[in-house]
């Protein structure tokens, strides 16, 4: 592949196009990064100054007091994953960032969440080229996003919102609700009875902001 080729098809990656991920020039920058979090993942939970400073050098940026437990899986690395400050994410977060993921101030992430911004064509033709395109995700702050849930490309989640455990995310979901199924859906907005109770009759027993 010619030089202007192997550029155009790096340019189509990052703007959204259909692409092959394959382009040598491509997966030679993808596995690059990729070491990084291959050395994360190999450290032990008392190594914190170390696990700091490879999450600084792995993402795309990265904000004050952020975490993510071992191991993290991530197509780049998180190279393309923006972090606000003070994200955390449980084990066994998956970030399928070929396309961008912004994540927004204090967002939780539980365990074994997927966030992918890959995707294939429905048409079988592409497929067996192994065709791509990547569309990119937005969370807004302050979102919980609950065990096991799955948010596919190109979805916006809106600030303060509560995505319940094993929800598949195929739509834009809006601020100030609480969404769960498959697909997942607005259950309600989050009103006076959450300001009074944390889980289902049990009184909160903390000052509120």
């Known amino acids: 592949m010619q030089r202007n080729e192997k550029e155009e098809m790096r340019q189509r990656m990052e703007e959204g196009r259909l692409y092959q991920p394959n382009d040598e020039e491509i997966t030679q920058r993808q596995f690059a990064c990729m070491e990084k979090m291959y050395a994360y993942n190999a450290t032990h939970a008392m190594e914190q100054e170390k696990r ?12 004050e007091g952020c975490y993510i437990e071992a191991p993290f899986y991530s197509n780049w690395g998180g190279s393309h994953v923006h972090f606000g ?23 939780m992430i539980g365990p074994n969440v997927t966030i992918a911004t890959a995707g294939h064509p429905v048409e079988p033709s592409l497929r067996r ?4 395109y990547n569309a990119d995700v937005h969370i807004g702050a302050n979102v919980w996003i609950g065990a096991g849930a799955v948010i596919l490309p190109g979805v916006t989640i809106g600030e303060n919102t509560v995505i319940g455990g094993g929800s598949v995310v195929t739509k834009d979901i809006p601020a100030n ?33």
């Not at 080229?129 to 791509?132: D, G, K, L, P, R």
């Not at 199924?181 to 027993?205: H, Q, S, T």
């Open 52 to 63: 700091q400073a490879l999450l600084q050098e792995m993402l795309a940026e990265v904000g």
């Open 129 to 132: 080229q192994a065709i791509q």
């Open 85 to 107: 400050n003070h994200v955390y994410a449980n084990f066994h977060f998956t970030a399928v960032d070929d396309g961008h993921i912004y994540i927004g101030d204090s967002v």
């Open 177 to 209: 609700v609480v969404a769960v199924g498959n697909p997942c859906r607005v259950l309600r907005p989050i009103g006076e009875k959450d300001r009074e109770f944390y889980f289902r009759d049990r009184r909160i027993d903390l000052p509120l902001e």
